[in-house]
Nanobody, 127 residues
């Protein structure tokens, strides 16, 4: 089992930056944290959950077109953490952001493929 806890959300103004963090505990099937593909998803009020960014267990990264060039995903396998640096935030980035993980996942943009989820952290961007 893997437990995920997000932090770092808050209320900011358009153009500001935020860094979200996701801390993981537990070992999926006895494998190390480095074996996990990690993803960030978000859900705005009245909308479906959508993919934001991910880093595969191989180190490859993927981004939604809406955040490409503004958001950067990273991980620290020694600390069992993942971060999402969000620059130049826009009001349309307002959502609850979720951290997700799945063992050795090679397709990283579909939320249905992730088995472990955090509780979410609210990001609100005012105009």
């Amino acid at each position: 089992q893997v437990q995920l806890v997000e932090s770092g959300g808050g209320l900011v103004q358009a153009g500001d930056s935020l860094r979200l963090s996701c801390a993981a505990s537990g070992r999926p099937s006895g494998r190390p944290f480095s074996s996990l593909t990690l993803g960030w998803f978000r859900q705005a009020p009245g909308k479906e959950r959508e993919f934001v960014a991910s880093m595969l267990w191989t180190g490859a990264t993927y981004y939604a077109d809406s955040v490409k060039g503004r958001f950067t995903v990273s991980r620290d396998n020694a600390k069992n953490t993942m971060s999402l640096l969000m620059n130049n935030l826009k009001p349309e980035d307002t959502a609850v952001y979720y951290c997700a993980a799945q063992l050795r996942l090679n397709v990283a943009t579909s939320d249905s493929l992730y088995g472990y989820w955090g509780q979410g952290t609210q990001v609100t961007v005012s105009s």
